[in-house]
Nanobody, 124 residues
Framework: QVQLVESGGGLVQAGGSLRLSCAAS????????MGWFRQAPGKEREFVAG????????YYADSVKGRFTISRDNAKNTVYLQMNSLKPEDTAVYYC?????????????????WGQGTQVTVSS
């Protein structure tokens, strides 16, 4: 079992930045592909960004490409999501997730472990 805990959410004005963190604990001896998803009120959960097991590859949703950066520090069992140039439409609960796939999945059912989420609110 892997436990994931997100932090770093909050309220920010449009154009601002936030950095989300996701700390993993439990069975972290197996390195996982990590992803960030988000879910806005009344909408389905959507893929935001993913990073391969050792950080060599990343993948982003078109809506965040060029604004968000995913990274990881395996020594600290932590994944980050740097969010710049935030827009009101980025408002959502952000979740990190871990997958034992070998490529970066974009569908939520391909992720086995999930955090509880952290709220990001961007005001206009």
């Amino acid at each position: 079992q892997v436990q994931l805990v997100e932090s770093g959410g909050g309220l920010v004005q449009a154009g601002g930045s936030l950095r989300l963190s996701c700390a993993a604990s439990g069975r972290t001896d197996s390195t996982y592909v990590m992803g960030w998803f988000r879910q806005a009120p009344g909408k389905e959960r959507e893929f935001v960004a993913g990073i391969s097991r050792y950080g060599r590859n990343t993948y982003y949703a078109d809506s965040v490409k060029g604004r968000f950066t995913i990274s990881r520090d395996n020594a600290k069992n932590t994944v980050y999501l740097q969010m710049n140039s935030l827009k009101p439409e980025d408002t959502a609960v952000y979740y990190c997730a871990a997958s034992n796939k070998y490529t970066i999945p974009t569908r939520d059912y391909e992720y086995a472990y999930w955090g509880q989420g952290t709220q990001v609110t961007v005001s206009s």
